[in-house]
């Protein structure tokens, strides 16, 4: 329920180590978006949770009877006649890669999960005391977790967990729960169509709205590839442009799984369709309200593939010194083996080969046109050798020398986020990585260019980047700062105990 005061990336920050950060700093750097009014609805409401609450209202449930609560009000809204409380969790047991990686492999428990566990008990404690009879329901993107983990469920006592889109069957599983007769875990393995998605009615955190479901590359590690590729009509996304402004947010996230692939026609070689992307982008800047928008996630290989969309996209929404786009595409490796192996399509239109020039000309592409790409790599790939872990070690150094002598130092902006390999998609059968058991000097190496790339970011961009009062601003700074310096000296530290050379690791060889 925080927008982590607008902290580039900030939204990550649930999945720092709760034994590691203080409570206090946290808090700090994620107080909670106030509610609507003083009973505690949500003004804003994760965008996945906004879905559920619109499809319930839209297939015969009552306003009076549906409600977005903040979970610090939570017990305003619980009584007798209380029939189904839903909790939207979108890592609620800390297995996500970010959280696997930030916490070592589960060695601590990320804020995501402490907070999501603090939630449950409350709400049990509710219903204990109270003798309610509502049935607890967690559903979400996170909701994997559970059923992967069904031991956790019975320990906190949560009734059912739902996998998958619910748009369609919204009210049917909602019924269900009500009849109490509705399986423990419920995985919907089809899909709404884009007429089944109903346009929300309150606030997202973010303003994020959808723009595309589902992807088409169809790599192997992701879950959003199991999913059929859809699209928002501009109009839907535009309306729920509209309703975010309402609810004071006046920038616009578009959310999908590569906002290069709107309204793609050409599925072999994957070339943009540019003119439906730029007309994406016009139709958000037209909307009354709007101040910036934003995209969330991309690919780098139509970047490269068509300069020319990126230059005229960033006219369309007014980027420049002062307004850096964000953008956050997968870089996973640098190994072309594993490329050929695991996300083939991913380097279309272009070959493995090709895959580091790809995101050299990329990076420049998107530094040139004041884009700020946070890339995220894949540790622990299945199949992974010492060899391909150098091959991107190798392109991390191509990055931090080419990039900067084609574009300007000043004028440099990137991070590369190292993730642990979690199983899931068509790789759901393999086991997750095991920092303490599978750890190597290549992929070690990996980890550390990656963090001092993120840290030389912090040093360099944190401040202008992040639009806060000064004292706020300054105070982020310093966190951001010496939090940044002990992550260094920490991996730092691990490597000399375990034999690793971070010579070796600057070097390359």
């Known amino acids: 329920m925080s927008k982590y005061r607008n902290i580039p990336l900030g939204d990550f920050l649930g999945c720092v180590p709760y034994e590691r950060v203080p409570e206090p700093i946290f808090k700090f750097l994620a107080p909670p978006e106030p509610p609507l009014n003083s009973s505690g609805v949500a003004r804003l409401a994760p965008y996945g949770l906004r879905k559920v609450e619109a499809s319930l209202l839209r297939n015969g449930f009552e306003r009076k009877d549906v409600v977005v609560a903040h979970p610090d009000y939570i017990q305003n809204f619980i009584d007798s006649d209380t029939k189904v409380v839903g909790v939207y969790a979108m890592d609620p047991l800390g297995l996500g890669p970010v959280s696997m990686t930030f916490t070592v492999g589960k060695r601590y428990r990320s804020y995501d999960e402490v907070i999501f566990q603090r939630l449950i008990d409350k709400i049990n404690l509710i219903r204990k005391r109270m003798g309610y009879k509502f049935k607890l329901v967690v559903g979400g993107p996170g909701a994997w977790q559970l059923d992967l983990m069904r031991k956790k469920m019975d320990e906190l006592e949560i009734d059912?967990?739902?996998?998958?889109?619910?748009?369609?069957?919204?009210?049917?599983l909602f019924e269900s729960f009500m009849r109490n007769d509705a399986e423990r875990v419920l995985r919907i393995t089809d899909f709404p169509s884009v007429d089944?998605?109903?346009?929300?009615v309150g606030g997202s955190i973010q303003g994020i709205v959808e723009v595309m479901r589902g992807c088409g590359r169809g790599?192997?590690?992701?879950?959003?590839?199991?999913?059929v590729a859809r699209y928002i009509p501009v109009e839907k996304i535009i309306k729920e442009i509209a309703v975010n402004v309402a609810y004071g947010e006046h920038n616009?996230?578009?959310?999908?799984?590569?906002?290069?692939?709107?309204?793609?026609?050409?599925?072999?070689?994957?070339?943009?369709n540019r003119e439906a992307v730029l007309e994406l982008f016009r139709r958000v800047m037209s909307v009354k309200g709007v101040k910036n928008c934003h995209p969330t996630h991309s690919s780098i290989a139509p970047v490269a593939a068509d300069p020319e969309m990126i230059e005229e996209a960033s006219k369309i929404l007014r980027a420049g010194p002062d307004n850096w786009i964000g953008i956050q595409p997968g870089l996973e490796t640098g190994s072309g083996e594993l490329l050929k192996r695991h996300m083939p399509n991913k380097l279309k239109p272009f070959s493995p080969d090709e895959w580091g020039d790809v995101a050299v000309a990329a990076t420049v592409i998107f530094n040139q046109n004041y884009w700020f790409p946070a890339y995220t790599l894949i540790v622990g790939l299945p199949g992974?050798?010492?060899?391909?872990?150098?091959?991107?070690?190798?392109?991390?150094?191509?990055l931090e020398k080419e990039v900067p002598a084609r574009v300007g130092k000043e004028k440099v902006h990137f991070i590369t986020a190292p993730l642990s390999f979690v199983p899931l998609a068509a790789l759901k059968n393999e086991t997750f990585f095991n920092i303490d058991e599978e750890m190597t000097h290549a992929r070690f190496c990996v980890i550390y260019r990656s963090w001092r790339i993120i840290v030389r970011e912090i040093y360099r961009s944190l401040h202008s980047l992040t639009n806060q009062p000064l004292p706020i601003k300054l105070m982020i700074d310093l966190i951001g700062m010496i939090g940044g310096k002990l992550i260094l000296k920490k991996i730092e530290k691990y490597g000399k105990s375990h034999g690793y050379s971070i010579d070796k690791c600057l070097l390359c060889k």
């Open 219 to 227: 790599c192997a590690f992701c879950m959003p590839n199991l999913r």
């Open 160 to 172: 059912h967990v739902v996998v998958g889109e619910i748009e369609h069957v919204a009210r049917d």
């Open 384 to 398: 992974e050798t010492e060899d391909d872990c150098w091959e991107t070690v190798r392109l991390l150094d191509r």
């Open 196 to 200: 089944q998605i109903p346009t929300i």
């Open 252 to 272: 616009a996230w578009l959310h999908s799984e590569d906002i290069f692939l709107y309204k793609l026609e050409d599925r072999k070689n994957f070339i943009p």
